[in-house]
């Protein structure tokens, strides 16, 4: 057998997918592992099991992301790197993130098994935190890798309960002790599911993104005057939730006052006190505008703020607002997108050239490494949702282009 006849194993990806989707199991069919809960926790432990089972460097650095490293014959040149995330989005789907790690796994278990040296040495991760739902942001673990985002900070977000983050990663027992500090890439390769529905409509098995949109994250916090809403009249009311509440539909209505590419979505509230008959005094909600044109995000922002002013104003709610978040759009590295398209050809299987809209630890590795994912579809195009699946079949071709990407890249001497 040639090395390029190899194959992953498909029936044991699914075996290991199916395993995994057993950890944090939803009634409804999907998972709830939300970064550093005891989910994320013992679907770790069974990561860094099977990662032991096959003689791989293993390493745990003070973000919790979990780097296993398998020698390549030239061991000072910078490793091939693949990975993605173990968390999940509540009441999330069985592949996000988690395909993106099983799937490195498979091909590192096929060269393994079948006795195969690369020159180059190649790293599979697990990145803390890619969600950002439970500790916003999301992709914190590889923006502190790549030195974009600050250690500390990270630690001390909370969750809707008060818990900070370092807590929650020093009491599941995830505190590595390693520098969360990047090093030299050769090239970075992550593998996920779509999420959206252009792969299943165009009829393609792998999708090659060009890139990812910026993310831009606000959280607007609203204060009106609690009271008795049997007595209290409805004129001079401060209604914190009908200020959010007109708030929302701005925000809904944006991308259409905008024109051109953006999305922009509330997916979060808070009402408080959250009692039927209080006038509310307290409503924190968030903000998500994403766009492949950077400038137009923020002249959107700029635009929702004025309208976001005024009618606090109006209402008589004061407002802080927390800039949380901003990604700057990826455009990933052309030969290596090129590499996914040739690789699924050579493979046999239809591609397409596209975005993504959701975000990924690719964004943060893009700015340190060249850098491209391969998606597959994502059936319906549902995803962040329990019943997010995708076909067994398409997760092992995605994970063979993986294969083929990974050796192609592993066997490179220069560059
Ligand atoms: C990551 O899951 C995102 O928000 O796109
Ligand atoms: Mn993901
Ligand atoms: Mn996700």
């Known amino acids: 057998m040639t090395i390029t006849d190899l194959r992953i194993n498909g029936d044991r ?26 989910e994320d926790k013992r679907a770790r432990d069974l990561f860094v099991k099977w990662l032991e089972e096959l003689h791989l460097e293993i390493t745990v650095d003070e973000m919790g992301s979990i780097f296993g490293k398998r ?13 993605s995330h173990i968390d999940s989005q509540p009441k999330g789907g069985r592949f996000d993130g988690i395909l993106g790690v099983m799937g490195p796994l498979e091909v590192l278990r096929t060269l393994h098994e079948n006795s195969i040296d690369t020159e180059r040495p190649i790293v599979i991760v697990d990145w803390t935190n890619e969600e950002g739902s439970r500790f ?13 985002l600050d250690r500390d900070w990270v630690y001390q977000r909370t969750d809707i309960n008060g818990n900070k983050f370092v807590d929650e990663l020093e009491r ?26 252009i792969l299943q409509q165009e009829g393609k098995i792998i999708g090659a993104p060009k890139g990812i949109l910026c993310l831009h994250w606000y959280d607007i916090y609203l204060e009106g ?25 701005k925000v809904n209505h944006l991308p259409q006052k905008m024109g051109g590419n953006m999305v922009a979505t509330v997916g979060e509230i808070q009402n408080g006190p959250n009692s039927r008959n209080i006038i509310p005094d307290k ?32 209402r008589g709610c004061p407002m ?24 699924a050809q050579e493979l046999g299987y239809p591609s397409l050239h596209m975005v993504s809209g959701a975000g990924h630890d690719a964004s943060y590795m893009n700015q340190i490494a060249p850098t491209s994912m391969i998606f597959v579809p994502s059936i319906d195009g549902r995803s962040h949702v329990e ?17 083929h990407c990974i050796l192609k890249s592993a066997n490179e001497i220069s560059g």
């Open 13 to 38: 990806l699914k075996g290991t997918l199916e395993t995994m989707a057993t950890i944090g199991a939803t009634p409804g069919g999907g998972v709830q592992r939300l970064a550093l809960s005891d």
């Open 71 to 83: 020698a390549g014959k030239r061991n000072d040149l910078p490793p091939v790197m693949s990975g």
């Open 136 to 148: 916003a942001p999301a992709m914190v673990a590889s923006g502190v890798w790549a030195g974009t």
């Open 172 to 197: 599941i027992g995830y505190r590595g002790k390693a520098a969360a500090n990047k090093w030299p890439v050769h090239a970075y390769y992550e593998y996920h599911i779509e999420q959206g529905p």
């Open 225 to 249: 005057e609690a009271n008795q809403v049997g007595p209290t009249p409805m004129e001079g009311r401060h209604d914190a939730l009908c200020a959010a509440a007109e708030m929302i539909l």
């Open 283 to 314: 409503v924190h909600f968030t903000v998500d505008i994403r766009s492949w044109d950077d400038d137009h995000a923020l002249r959107g922002w700029d635009d929702l703020k004025a309208d976001f002013k005024s009618i606090a104003a109006r």
């Open 320 to 343: 802080r607002i927390e800039e949380t978040w901003r990604v700057a759009h990826a455009p990933f590295a052309e030969n290596l997108v090129r590499r996914v398209l040739d690789t």
């Open 387 to 403: 019943v997010e699946n995708t076909r067994w079949e398409d997760c092992e071709a995605g994970a063979n282009v993986l294969l």
